[in-house]
């Protein structure tokens, strides 16, 4: 079994509860391009010291520093039959480049997860991370409309993208995308 997924969703979706969650399920890697670059912050590792300010203004890694990263996580084994990608490809760049990386098989499953406005920022104040200030989040959200969303039509052109409701009760979404990945997989 194959299950190559991509979970789309703006800062405060619930992507990263969700992954966690899928990512056991289905016994696939969670791939959190945040998570990773996190860590490397923490670590005081080259890339860390590099990526730490444009994180911490809610802007974007180059693109290039991003592929290389993600290329070499998922030349790791366990990411051979599957993976759950959170937060990549966030630029059209590096979603034509990992089209490119895994040909020819490509993506089988983009989840975009779909919550309201209102209950996005609202979820973000609350968890409080470094990165979580009030203008750091406008311009996470804004680059997330103006780099990220338009990649939903790349995907449903591509026939991959599926929407899900991410509004609700933390068990509940977790049951909506497994439905609608068992769908999928029995397809
Ligand atoms: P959020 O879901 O709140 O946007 P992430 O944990 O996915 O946060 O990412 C945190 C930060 O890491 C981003 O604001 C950005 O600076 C950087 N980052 C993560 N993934 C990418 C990516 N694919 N391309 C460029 N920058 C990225």
Redesign the pocket.
Known sequence: MNLRMIILGR?GAG?GTQCVRLSERYGIPHI????M?RSAVEAGTELGRMAKS??DA????PDEV?NGIVAERLGESDAVEGFLLD?????DI?AVWLNEALAPGGIDLVLSLEVPDEVVIERMLARGRA?DTEAAIRR?LDLYEAETAPLMGYYSDLGKLVRANGHGEEDEVEKRLSELIDTYLAS
């Open positions: 800062q992507k959190s391009t945040g998570d670059l444009i994180m809610g802007d974007l890694v991003m937060g990549f490809p966030r630029s590096q990165d996470r």
